[in-house]
Each structure stands twice: as structure tokens, then as C-alpha cells.
């Protein structure tokens, strides 16, 4: 009775508790104890029938070294080299035609997932089928500038595959789906997929002679006239007779370049402001590289800088025009006093600093241009349609704006310390940086365009790594070849260094144990 009074108590319950605690605990540990012998014992026992094993392998392959002929390494280095020639060959073909190492990707594709890794670059870039190839803002005109070229040398300066795109730009901007309703524009509509150069020409004027059609003058002046005068004129009969809003931006946009070209360029300057005005949301023309090139011609930097404000921004599509004209504009500022040697010496001031940080932006974009610039590469004439990012993009670039590099005095000598350095500055960083990951030209047209996977090697690791697998295991094979006897008491001496850890360890075991104990442990 007391008892039960006791345990209905307040005080009796927790009396009762912490017994039953204490009980509980005393049990655990005891269990523990007993749990931790166990374990002792089986690694205990592990080990020493492991120990046995070891030393029978090692053994084993002590007497299967000691059987090898040269022979024997002389096959063995062979087909080494045999197979990893093999592989080699396979990965620069997979490289070349795909863009990417076939061990890389299935290393990223299947073998991470099943380690547990994954990769957060992989899903922006693998949703992308497609990069856009874009149409060359400063491009030449084939009747006055490209003809030139052919005639002088007599080889064709641009590709199928560019003109090709410019015949479907053509159709874009110039037809729409009432054409046929007008004889001119149905002619019109036929001639931008003529691939006969002659024939387009023919089919514009046999359009002209039924009416006044804008489309055919703008081909005519294209492709017809000879000199850059004429082809003004033709553009200005043109925007006489055009109605619809592209015909008429890319009649305005091509006169003002007429105007660049001829020496005009504050006129032209002042033409692409106000097409610029006029039509604010066709930017697919990209007419500002059009304006920085010519206020760059004028000396204008201010007016640049004002400009690069407007569409330097991250959420507009970059191009190597707006980066490397920031990263002029910066360097501008302290190239003609810039010294390498100084700068060594008492650090880089901010305006230093700000200049170099600028000239690694624009490179991070699109490395290909520095090789151009500094003429490390020779220029030739710049595509219709180009790459961003990419060397076609470089070139571009290169072609009309060098000039400009070289009037800023150091500005040149500032840029080629500057990318020396701005490889091994962005390995180290570009995992902190992302400020081009969404353009992902990692998979358009590398059969027409050199692409920059920049920062990235060049090279994959696994090519290279194929590469001097390959090299060694020939020059083995061959060595094997000319001195078997020599290169077997190497190749044993080799393995002999290889093993000789696991032999010390062997022998210090023996040493310790008894050898009754290890006699019974050996036979099981």
C-alpha cells in the first residue's frame, strides 16, 4: 500500500524514472562494451588473414616477373602503344567534329550522376540547342568592296554558306506573303534565292522595268555597282520608292554608311542617330556599332562612353565591339604613361587597375580578337555574317576598329601585356564569373566558324593526355624492341621498386608474429 502511494506520488514517479534511466544506461554501455570487443576482434582476425594473402600475391607475382621474357615487353608495349594510338585517333576525330572530348563528356554525362556530382554549367548549356549566327553590322558591299578582291586575285571572297544566310536575311527583310500579288515583288521574291550572281543583277533590272521597286535597287546597289558613290545613289532611288518599315531602316542604315565611307562622317553620324530615334526597337541591325565605329573615327570619346552606357548592359547581347571599345575607352586613360616594368614595381594604381580589369572582360568575351589586333594574325576580308565570339567575330571587329587602337597611343602595348596574363587570371576565376554563360556558343556551326570555348583549354585534358600516353608506350615499344635484355632488367628493376613497400611490410609482420601462428594462418 505505501508502495503504491509512494509511485502514484509525484515525487515516486521520478524516483522510479531515474532507476529505471540508470538500469537502461548501465545496460547500453554494457553493450557497447561487448559491441566494441566484437569489433576489435574481427579486424583483428581480418587483418591476419589478409596479411597472408598479401604475402602470397606478392609472392605469386615475385616468381611471375622472374618467368617474363623480353618478349613478353615487347608485346605488351606494343599493343599498349597500339591501343592508346587508337583512342587518340578516335578522341581528336570526336574533338574535331563535335567540339568536345568523348571521354570528358561521358565522364560528365554518366559517370558523375552515379558519384554523386553534378554540374551546374551542364543544364544552362545542354538547354540550348541553337546559337544565333548574326548578321555583320559593318558589313562590305559585294559590287564596290568584295568584287575588288576578286578581281585582283581571282578567288571568291566570301562563302557559299555566308551568302547563302544573306539570301535568307533577304527574304526576311524584303518579302512578305502579298508579294505575288505585284509582278516587281514576285520577281524580286524569286531573285533573293538565285545562287547565279548574274541572274539576281538580270532579275532586278527586268523588275525595274515593270515598276519602281525599292527591293531591286537595294540589289542593284549591292551587287552591281562598282563604286561606293554609285551604289549611294541606286540606295537613294530606293528610299524613294520604298513603303515598308525594314526596306526603309536598311536603305537608311546603308546610305549612312555610304556617307562613313566617302569621308562624311558626321553626316553619317548624324543619320544614325536619327534612324536610332526613329526606330528604337529594331535592333536585330545592331546600328550602334554602326555610330561607336564613326564617333571613334571622329575622336568623340565622350560621346562613345555615353553611348556604351546606353547598351553596355548585361541583360543586351554583348558583342566584341561594345567590350573591346570599353576596355579602348579605360586603357585610353593610362596607356601613353603604362610601363610594365613600373607597374611591376609599385603595384597598379586604380585608372591601372580598372584598365586591365576591362581588357580581361572583353578578351573573357571573345579571345580571338587580341591576335588580331597585335597582328599576330594576318586580317583578311570580314564575313556577312559572324559569330559571337568566335574568330569570325574577331576578325570583324579587327578589320574596322584596329585603327582606332593604334591612334591611342600604348593602348596596343597595354593589351598585349594585359592578355599575356588574362588566360591564367580567368582559370582561376571563372567559376566566380558569369557574365557571358548565357550566349553558350558552344554548338553552332563549327564547321563556318572557329568558336572560343574560352576560358576552357583549347585542348581537352584527354586528348593531350592520350597524346603523351601514346608517345611513351611507342617509345617504349620501340626501346624494347632495339634492347630486350636491357629493358627487361629495367622493367624488373621497375616492379621490384614498385613492390618493395609491401615487401618491407611483409617482412616486419613475419618479424612480429610467431611463425606457428603464422603457419596455421597462412594454411587457412
Known sequence: MFARKFENGPIGWTVITNIRNCWFSHSWRKYQKMRGKNVLLFHTMTSFILFPSLFLVSSTVSMFLNTLTPKFYVALTGTSSLISGLILIFEWWYFRKYGTSFIEQVSVSHLRPLLGGVDSTAGSYGRVNKCKVWRNPLNLFRGAEYNRYTWVTGREPLTYYDMNLSAQDHQTFFTCDSDHLRPADAIMQKAWRERNPQARISAAHEALELEDCATAYIL???????????????????????????????????????????GRTREAVKMMRDLMKEFPLLSMFNIHENLLESLLELQNYADVQAVLAKYDDISLPKSA????????????????????????????????????????????????VPKYLLEMKSLILPPEHILKRGDSEAIAYAFFHLQHWKRVEGALNLLHCTWEGSERFFFKRWRQLHLFKSLCVMLTSRLFHEVSVYPKKELPFFILFTAGLCSFTAMLALLTHQFPELMGVFAKAFLSTLFAPLNFIMEKVESILPSSLWHQLTRI
Open 220 to 262: 542593284l546597289a549591292e551587287e552591281e555597282a562598282t563604286t561606293i558613290m554609285e551604289a549611294e545613289r541606286l540606295f537613294k532611288q530606293a528610299l524613294k520608292a520604298g513603303e515598308d518599315t525594314n526596306v526603309l531602316v536598311y536603305i537608311k542604315r546603308r546610305l549612312a554608311m555610304c556617307s562613313r565611307k566617302l
Open 321 to 368: 565591339t561594345i567590350c573591346y571599345t570599353a576596355a579602348l575607352l579605360k586603357a585610353r586613360a593610362v596607356s601613353d604613361k603604362f610601363s610594365p616594368e613600373a607597374a611591376s614595381r609599385r603595384g597598379l594604381s586604380t585608372a591601372e587597375m580598372n584598365a586591365v580589369e576591362a581588357i580581361h572582360r572583353a578578351v573573357e568575351f571573345n579571345p580571338h
